[in-house]
Structure formats: structure tokens, C-alpha cells
């Protein structure tokens, strides 16, 4: 463990890759609800390094043992798992961490707090939202008529980065100009080169995209999913999520997990069809 800080019975740190074991122990107590966070353990390890998807965690240890975990990405996107009286000590730690958190997506309890820290950072949430937090096992599954799906290629770079900016503009209604779009082509490169994003075309228009965000040895994080607005309504992002399902089953994973705005109705009902089933709710917050 490294920088240790006493704050009252609890101690603080930043966790590295000798304290995984214990790290994965904590999120293995609830293994659907940590499936962003292990997939990151799994994917990069758990000391702070560069890569696009990782950052740091942050540990609040009581009697030896830890009891709390925020996670802060490079993205500046925040995550948190624990009671409240062992993750508060945290956020003042992460306050004095080199990237501010502007997004967070976790748990409804730790929101108030959340919000306290971003308003004593000078930021105040412009987005403040109840997300349904949903999995898919292959016994829930929807097996529909199915969707021609493939793998982005490298000379789709272009298509697959403007849908992942209209869904961003969508969902967070972030203006176009204010979208890093060299960070998205970035994460979108080095996902088309690992085969990460899967999508269907019709002649040259991008028509459904979905996303492997993260995956652990057991599950995967979906993200990225879109359907062009001139076709929606038409069953594509049921089809299309039911039938990429069914591709990353047979690689090993037995889940998949998402998190949508709870009240994007449209979405809910083509998870829904495909066969996921609501878990928990999350609380999504963005600042200015």
C-alpha cells in the first residue's frame, strides 16, 4: 500500500497491484453489482496507470481490512462501492487526487456526498439522473429473430465515432462542440482493433452499434449502444443486443450488465425484450 492517511479508525490509500487479492475479495461480495469494477482489475490490474480506461483506486481500510473502493478514471468518470461511513474518508483523499471526478455513475447513497464534493470543487452538476442498473444471463435470454451483426473495421473509424458522439450528445446532452472527440476516437480506435465494437449496416449508414466496455473473467460491461434515430422503432436494438448476447456467451461470459437512464423508455423496453431484467438503480451525475 502507498500514502497512507489516518482519518480517525479509518486509513486511506491508494491501492496497488499488492493489495489486488484483497481488493477482489471486497467486489467479489456482489459479484453483478462490481462487474465495471473487476473488469478493470482483471483488464489492467489495479496500480495507477495511463491506459485510456484506467486510473487509480482509492481504498478506506478499517482494521486491516478494506471496507470501501472509489474508483477515479482518467476520463475523470468516478465510481464507488462500501457504506457510507467508510467511503466518505475517500472523497476527501480523491479531492486532492491530479483529475477532479465530472462524472459519476454508483451507488443512490453516496450521491448526496458526491455532490457536497463536486459543489466544494467549484461544480456543480448540470445532470442529475436515476439510472436502471440491468443484467442479461444466458437463462434470461430473448432468443428473437436475429440481427446480422460484425465487427467494426478499422476504415469504419469515422462512422463508428460520429454514432458514439450523437449518443453522447443524446443521453448527457452535452453540445457537439464540447465533446473531447480526439478522446473518442482514441477509445474507439483501440476498441475496433481488439474487436470490441460490434455494429449492423445497411448499405453505407451505421444502423445499430453496442460496445464491449470491460469485461472480468466472468461478465461484460455493455456500453456505446445506439441506434440511428431514422431507425428506431423498428426492433433493431432488441434484435441486436439478444443476438450479440448469444456471440459473447459462447466466448465463456455468463453476464452481461448496462446501465441506462431509468427514464429512456424506448432503451428499457429493447433491454427488456432481449431479456434483461433490472437489478438496482444507480445515480448518474455530471457536471458543468
Given at each position: 500500500?502507498?500514502?497512507?492517511?489516518?482519518a480517525?479508525?479509518?486509513r486511506?490509500?491508494?491501492?496497488?497491484?499488492?493489495?489486488?487479492?484483497?481488493l477482489?475479495?471486497?467486489?467479489?461480495?456482489?459479484k453483478?453489482?462490481?462487474?465495471?469494477?473487476?473488469?478493470?482489475?482483471?483488464?489492467?490490474?489495479?496500480s495507477?496507470?495511463?491506459?485510456l480506461?484506467?486510473g487509480?483506486?482509492?481504498g478506506?481500510?478499517?482494521n486491516?481490512?478494506?471496507q470501501?473502493?472509489?474508483?477515479?478514471g482518467?476520463?475523470?468518470?468516478?465510481?464507488t462501492?462500501?457504506?457510507?461511513?467508510?467511503?466518505v474518508?475517500?472523497?476527501?483523499?480523491?479531492?486532492?487526487g491530479p483529475?477532479?471526478?465530472?462524472?459519476?455513475v454508483g451507488?443512490?447513497e453516496?450521491?448526496?456526498?458526491?455532490?457536497?464534493l463536486?459543489?466544494e470543487e467549484?461544480?456543480?452538476?448540470?445532470?442529475?439522473r436515476?439510472?436502471?442498473?440491468?443484467?442479461?444471463t444466458?437463462?434470461?435470454?430473448?432468443?428473437?429473430?436475429?440481427?446480422e451483426?460484425?465487427?467494426?473495421t478499422?476504415?469504419?473509424?469515422?462512422?463508428v465515432?460520429?454514432?458514439?458522439?450523437?449518443?453522447?450528445?443524446?443521453?448527457?446532452?452535452?453540445?457537439?462542440?464540447?465533446?473531447?472527440?480526439?478522446?473518442?476516437?482514441?477509445?474507439a480506435?483501440?476498441?475496433?482493433?481488439?474487436?470490441?465494437?460490434?455494429?449492423h449496416?445497411?448499405?453505407?449508414?451505421?444502423?445499430f452499434?453496442?460496445?464491449?466496455?470491460?469485461?472480468s473473467?466472468?461478465?461484460?460491461?455493455?456500453g456505446?449502444v445506439?441506434?440511428?434515430?431514422k431507425?428506431?422503432?423498428?426492433?433493431y436494438a432488441?434484435?441486436g443486443m439478444?443476438?450479440?448476447?448469444?456471440?459473447?456467451?459462447e466466448?465463456?461470459?455468463?453476464?452481461?450488465?448496462l446501465?441506462v437512464?431509468s427514464?429512456?423508455?424506448?432503451?428499457?423496453g429493447?433491454y427488456q425484450r432481449?431479456?434483461?431484467?433490472?437489478?438496482?438503480?444507480l445515480?448518474?451525475?455530471?457536471?458543468?
Amino acid at each position: 500500500m502507498t500514502s497512507v492517511t489516518p482519518a480517525g479508525d479509518i486509513r486511506v490509500s491508494i491501492l496497488v497491484d499488492e493489495d489486488k487479492a484483497v481488493l477482489l475479495e471486497l467486489l467479489e461480495q456482489n459479484k453483478l453489482e462490481t462487474v465495471y469494477l473487476r473488469s478493470l482489475v482483471h483488464e489492467f490490474g489495479v496500480s495507477p496507470n495511463d491506459a485510456l480506461g484506467h486510473g487509480r483506486f482509492y481504498g478506506s481500510w478499517r482494521n486491516r481490512k478494506l471496507q470501501a473502493v472509489v474508483f477515479v478514471g482518467n476520463a475523470r468518470n468516478m465510481t464507488t462501492l462500501g457504506h457510507r461511513n467508510d467511503f466518505v474518508p475517500l472523497l476527501t483523499r480523491v479531492s486532492q487526487g491530479p483529475y477532479r471526478p465530472r462524472l459519476f455513475v454508483g451507488p443512490e447513497e453516496h450521491a448526496p456526498d458526491v455532490r457536497r464534493l463536486m459543489f466544494e470543487e467549484g461544480m456543480g452538476p448540470r445532470l442529475d439522473r436515476q439510472q436502471t442498473y440491468c443484467i442479461l444471463t444466458r437463462d434470461t435470454l430473448t432468443r428473437s429473430e436475429p440481427l446480422e451483426l460484425r465487427q467494426a473495421t478499422p476504415s469504419e473509424l469515422d462512422r463508428v465515432v460520429e454514432s458514439h458522439a450523437a449518443m453522447i450528445e443524446e443521453d448527457l446532452t452535452i453540445p457537439y462542440a464540447h465533446l473531447d472527440l480526439g478522446r473518442l476516437r482514441r477509445l474507439a480506435k483501440k476498441r475496433i482493433q481488439e474487436g470490441k465494437i460490434w455494429i449492423h449496416t445497411q448499405g453505407d449508414e451505421l444502423v445499430f452499434k453496442t460496445e464491449e466496455i470491460a469485461r472480468s473473467a466472468d461478465a461484460v460491461l455493455v456500453g456505446g449502444v445506439f441506434t440511428a434515430s431514422k431507425f428506431r422503432g423498428q426492433g433493431y436494438a432488441g434484435r441486436g443486443m439478444a443476438s450479440w448476447a448469444e456471440h459473447i456467451f459462447e466466448s465463456g461470459v455468463s453476464t452481461l450488465a448496462l446501465h441506462v437512464n431509468s427514464k429512456n423508455t424506448p432503451a428499457m423496453g429493447a433491454y427488456q425484450r432481449a431479456g434483461f431484467r433490472n437489478l438496482s438503480t444507480l445515480r448518474l451525475i455530471l457536471t458543468y
